[in-house]
């Protein structure tokens, strides 16, 4: 357990090293988010409400979920394709920890980082611009929080089964920032799911996807009520268990196809 | 006259090693294709689906954002083609790579900007035409040769302004040794000023991207022009006239080039081994 709490330490203190890339990180997500706002704004000029949402959940939402963008941060697909492209995974395979365990305390430590040097700075100037609001009660806070990490969760297992690729394939390519944009699109992060056809949200209820940001984002504004936000939390458990036997039985594969070069 | 066709015979033989190179990457190029083609629908995608509810943003209905999406897109598609290398100037100077061009008897600013042609740049070029495609038959857009014009002069416009902006940024590593890390940024700013209405955004913003740094002309201003869209920003000068973006573009292109010459000659140390 020692080892595996000073992975998260070293991550965190990696991160904190890079100050200027991370005022420019802020910059950009801030450019993101401004843009988001006055095209929502324009967007509600002449409707009182979009879907069954006002203007101040909406611009609520979409702020949050650029701030939850900036905390969902996974490394796990760079570091395993790198690992086995330069022969560096036959090294994790000989420490005395599980390699997935290993990656999964290093991406902690990203979102630690992440969530001081970035969602704080991000959140700071949501509240100071666009005056966002609070959630609905206390008790949708709470869940909020609940249900962001098992967002965070969902997102971490695709990010470390679309990693497994590596293993057949040998160079991941741009698999990680495909899976980042579909990711994006269909969970909701872009635009709510409530804007999508109604085929294809029938769809996507039976995929994980929307329950990493609508899930948490509905429930802070309040679209969706507690005793629903509960239901799709429980889905949340039910994705996060599924995608981790996935990972289970795809590893488990993965080594057998472990092709060492390099290193 | 023999001079130019020296350099054209330089650039061409540059190009053309670099694109069969990057078709040894075949898989690779594959990937990124297909990201790049689901990022690019997924912002028309956000747009329409407002756009269905509300019709106008800003007095923009969606063929004409359509347009606007599409041009921005092409222009981006060819920046990356020809002018990425601006963006890793960082790397270069660390590793004190610009020695190489600055041993050649020809222009380094020249050399340099005809170094890299990066096939992934089409990728974009591709979903760009296809939406340009959609806007024309949703607008009735007449395909006349001055129109064809139009569109082919705020492309190239476009791809300068892109170019010099990254030019100008990147240029930065010569004094302070570190530009990459703006580059993100600068591609926002440049995707959400050329593929969103300006006028969505307040005063200061327009005044900002149209005299500053003006990315507005990147396609907004001669869309609007082109499409005869009423133009709600109060200027002393109509920037919406089709000749102010291939100036723009010209202007921009020669100070960032003025800023890349004096940084490579005054402030280059020629680090790295």
Redesign the interface.
């Not at chain 1, 324009?42 to 409707?47: I, K, R, T, W």
């Given at each position: 357990m020692e080892a595996y709490r000073y992975l998260i330490k070293m991550k965190i203190l990696v991160g904190f090293t890079y100050r200027?890339?991370v005022v420019?990180?802020i910059?950009?997500r801030l450019?993101?988010m401004?843009?988001s706002v006055?095209?929502?704004?324009?967007?509600?000029?002449?409707?009182s409400e979009?879907?069954g949402l006002t203007k101040s959940q909406m611009i609520t939402y979409a702020v949050l979920a650029i701030i939850l963008s900036s905390l969902f941060q996974t490394d796990v697909e760079n570091a395993i394709g790198s690992g086995i492209r330069r022969g560096t995974i036959a090294v994790q395979f000989l420490r005395p920890m599980d390699v997935l365990s290993l990656h999964f305390c290093e991406d902690l430590g990203l979102m630690c980082t992440s969530l001081l040097l970035r969602c704080v700075p991000l959140l700071l100037c949501g509240l100071l611009l666009f005056h966002l609001s609070a959630p609905v009660s206390v008790s949708a806070l709470l869940l909020f929080f609940i249900s962001v990490t098992f967002s965070y969760l969902i997102i971490w297992l695709l990010s470390a089964i679309t990693s497994m690729v590596t293993f057949w394939?040998m160079?991941l390519?741009?698999?990680g920032?495909?899976r980042i944009?579909?990711v994006?699109?269909l969970s909701g992060m872009?635009?709510p799911v409530w804007?999508?056809p109604q085929v294809l949200q029938d769809i996507l209820r039976f995929l994980p996807f929307q329950y990493t940001y609508q899930t948490p984002l509905g429930i802070y504004i309040g679209r969706i009520g507690l005793t629903d936000g509960l239901f799709q939390m429980g889905v949340q458990c039910f994705w996060i268990v599924f995608l981790f036997f996935v990972l289970k039985l795809v590893w488990k594969r993965a080594q057998r196809h472990l092709m060492v070069q390099g290193g | 006259m023999k001079k130019i066709r020296h350099y054209l015979t330089v650039g061409y033989w540059q190009l053309k090693l670099d694109a069969l190179s990057s078709f040894q990457y075949f898989s690779f190029t594959i990937v990124w294709f297909f990201m790049i083609g689901i990022a690019m629908f997924s912002t028309f995608f956000v747009l329409k689906a407002i756009l269905d509810r509300v019709g106008r943003i800003n007095g923009w209905d969606f063929p004409q954002i359509s347009f606007l999406i599409g041009l921005s897109f092409i222009s981006h598609g060819f920046e990356d083609m020809f002018f990425l290398q601006n963006r890793y100037i960082e790397h270069r100077v660390l590793e004190g790579q610009f020695d190489q061009y600055l041993i050649r008897p020809l222009n380094v600013f020249f050399l340099f900007n005809t170094s890299n042609f990066n096939l992934v740049g089409f990728y974009d070029i591709f979903p760009g035409v296809i939406i340009l495609i959609y806007a024309c038959g949703q607008l009735q857009f007449p395909i006349t040769a001055f129109h064809l014009f139009a569109m082919l002069v705020i492309t190239v416009s476009g791809t300068f302004i892109r170019a010099a902006q990254l030019i100008l940024t990147g240029s930065l590593a010569f004094w302070t040794k570190k530009s990459r890390v703006l580059e993100d940024t600068n591609l926002t700013l440049m995707d959400r000023t050329s593929s969103y209405p300006l006028t969505m955004y307040p005063k200061w913003f327009q005044l900002l991207f149209t005299f500053l740094l003006p990315l507005g002309f990147i396609t907004f201003y001669p869309v609007r022009g082109l499409l005869h869209i009423a133009a709600d920003t109060a200027f002393p000068v109509a920037p919406d006239l089709l000749l102010w973006a291939p100036l723009v573009a010209l202007a921009y292109y020669l100070v960032a080039r003025a800023v890349f010459n004096y940084g490579l000659n005054h402030k280059y140390e020629s680090a790295g081994s």
């Open positions: 200027f890339e420019m990180v910059l950009t450019v993101v401004v843009a006055y095209l929502w704004n324009s967007a509600y000029a002449n409707v979009l879907e394939a160079f390519g741009q698999l920032a495909v944009v579909v994006n699109i872009l635009i804007f999508f | -």
